[in-house]
């Protein structure tokens, strides 16, 4: 007896259940990504040409400068986050859980309670850009380094470690932050909070290239990542060094947050918004299709809520703040549906 | 040849392996058995390089499992360890097509996609290879598990536990299925096994591990005595001969 036979009645439970509903294939992901990519220019065209008037150049320029941030944001976010998803084998937790958006706050901080506005205006951006992120790899190393040594727990435990320096470097900065002048504190208030529309030019370029380097280098590793998001153990068993592909995933993912956090402030949710909805919209596991569906969904949020906001809205409240908020909502849906399973 | 050669393993306080030096030759399937916490999961968790030893050294074929290429290795022994989650949600075919990783690295060639196709076929996955394998029963997915291993195409087939979760029928299925590949694809199978009747009626060699060392190892005929079982398992069972295979029993 073969063990054919074992299985033909499963096979007829299959059938009773009917044809498969509607799933993910019947809509190819690249035609996703292409519809993606389409509503995200348009959302673009439409908010650097809308009600254009006045000094059209400056109007434009400026807008533009806008986008192009968006760009970077939407790509650092998204990015960074399904790596983190990942390396890291879950789809809850988000790098700024590590403690690395509160370590950027911890930087701005100290560097106002240290120098105050008027020496933290005359540090050049470009070097203080240069500086924090390399202080955010620098700290991703440090907690990363003795970590993925085969032990179960030991990732868990590294995520113990990032929260506990969240609450540690949050702490450092509100005990600075209450010892800082009103004037200084109002200052690093609107440093720290997230505004778009109101990065740091001179920064651009370079973040531009960092992203762009960063691109390349995870596209190039695209079906390496598809290995890694089936776990450590799986993934040593395919033949990958599991440990250093880790530790080089999660000092990009510092880089991204860096990048981010620098430009435009904290955005915790953010890209646990552009990840989860790209999983959904995606309908593929394959990072080649992830990547850039999450990518693009982040930018359609950035660019058509802005746009929305500044046009239909009039100005009635700041885009950080209604992406927090649906992002947050979103993250406790999870979590709750995660736990109720 | 697997050799395994004073390989100890501590968690704290507690010997998980004590000293393991342990030789399995090619061919056939050899179950490993023991009472819970023997160190049989830990031995071939180490064999297959997912847990690093406290001490002692593992070769196979010669290649030191600490320092040996990891793609080179996942072409010549694959593992599979009992408990599969994946956060990502993949078809049945997705998951056996990563089995080819290590010999394709995800650029699949037409010999990768006809590796992957027996691989389906042989575990009569055929008429599943399209589902989600949240959509499936635990011994359909347990069969995509091992499809996966196989399509890996490696000398060393490692499986924990394999039999975890299934009914009496999968369980047969499964065991069939595990002698097939040792027989008709001449893999060895190294299977960490609970239940000693399916481990006498389809293994070639047993090896029996009690309190992190390995108490016996043989063939079914000479470890399937009620002297040994009552060494190792500290439980009186009585031994009989059925239908060709030694069955023991000790339920009451």
């Known amino acids: 007896m073969s063990a054919e036979q074992d299985v033909r009645p499963e096979q007829g439970e299959e059938q009773a259940r009917g044809p498969r509903r509607l799933g993910p294939r019947t809509v190819p992901a690249w035609a996703r990504i292409a519809a993606l990519a389409a509503l995200a220019v348009l959302c673009a065209a439409l908010y650097l040409t809308y009600g254009v008037s006045g000094n059209v150049a400056y109007v434009v320029e400026r807008r533009t400068t806008v986008v192009l941030t968006m760009l970077v944001v939407a790509f650092a976010g998204a990015v960074s986050t399904v790596l983190f998803h990942t390396v890291t084998d879950n789809r809850i937790l988000t790098p700024s859980i590590m403690g690395m958006e509160a370590l950027f706050v911890l930087v701005q901080t100290c560097l106002v309670f240290v120098f105050g506005i008027a020496g933290l205006s005359a540090l050049p951006p470009v070097a203080a850009f240069l500086s924090q992120t390399a202080l955010m790899v620098v700290f991703a190393l440090l907690l990363f380094q003795r970590m993925f040594t085969g032990g179960i727990g030991s990732l868990h435990l590294t995520l113990l470690v990032g929260i506990v320096f969240g609450v540690l470097f949050n702490s450092l900065s509100r005990l600075m932050q209450r010892l800082l002048d009103p004037n200084e504190y109002d200052a690093l208030q609107g440093r720290l909070f997230a505004r778009l529309t109101r990065a740091d030019a001179d920064l651009l370029p370079w973040v531009a290239v960092a992203v762009v380097l960063v691109g390349i280098y995870v596209w190039r590793r695209h079906r390496l990542l598809d290995v890694v998001s089936l776990g450590r153990e799986t993934a040593v068993n395919l033949g990958v060094d599991h440990r250093r592909v880790a530790v080089r995933m999660l000092m990009i993912v510092a880089l991204l947050v860096s990048v981010s956090t620098a430009l435009v402030g904290p955005m915790t949710f953010f890209g646990f918004m552009a990840a989860t909805l790209a999983y959904q919209v995606a309908g593929r596991h394959e990072h080649r299709y992830v990547l850039p569906t999450a990518f693009l969904v982040g930018l359609c949020t950035l660019v058509g809520g802005q746009f929305v906001l500044e046009h239909v809205l009039g100005h009635a409240g700041t885009l950080s703040v209604v992406i927090e908020f649906t992002g947050g909502a979103l993250f406790l849906y999870f979590l709750l549906r995660k736990a109720a399973r | ?252």
């Open chain 2, 1 to 252: 040849m697997i050799e395994l050669t004073e390989l100890t393993k501590t968690y704290g306080s507690s010997t998980v392996l004590d000293g393991v030096s342990l030789r399995i030759e090619r061919g056939g399937v050899t179950s490993i058995i023991g009472p819970n916490g023997a160190g049989k999961s830990t031995m071939l968790t180490i064999i297959g390089r997912l847990l690093a030893s406290d001490g002692g050294r593992v070769t196979v074929d010669g290649m030191d499992v600490d320092r040996a290429p990891g793609r080179e290795f996942a072409k010549r022994l694959s593992i599979l360890r009992q408990e599969n989650q994946f956060t990502t949600r993949l078809t049945v075919r997705d998951l056996v097509r990563f089995g080819r990783y290590p010999h394709s690295q995800g650029r699949l060639t037409a010999e990768d996609h006809a590796q992957v196709e027996a691989a389906l076929g042989f575990l009569d996955l055929v008429p599943l290879a399209g589902r989600f394998l949240d959509e499936l029963s635990g011994g359909q997915r347990q069969r995509a598990y091992v499809a996966m291993v196989l399509c890996q195409d490696t000398d060393y087939v490692l499986l924990d536990e394999p039999l975890n979760n299934l009914d009496m029928k999968h369980a047969v299925s499964m065991m069939r299925q595990i002698r097939r590949a040792a027989d008709s694809l001449g893999k060895t199978v190294v299977v960490v096994i609970h239940d000693i009747n399916f481990a006498s009626a389809y293994s070639d060699r047993i090896i029996a591990m009690r309190e992190g060392r390995v108490a016996y190892s043989g063939t079914p005929a000479e470890i399937m005595t009620s002297e040994v079982l009552l060494d190792v398992f500290d439980l009186e069972v009585r031994v009989e001969e059925v239908g060709g295979a030694r069955i023991g029993v000790y339920y009451r």
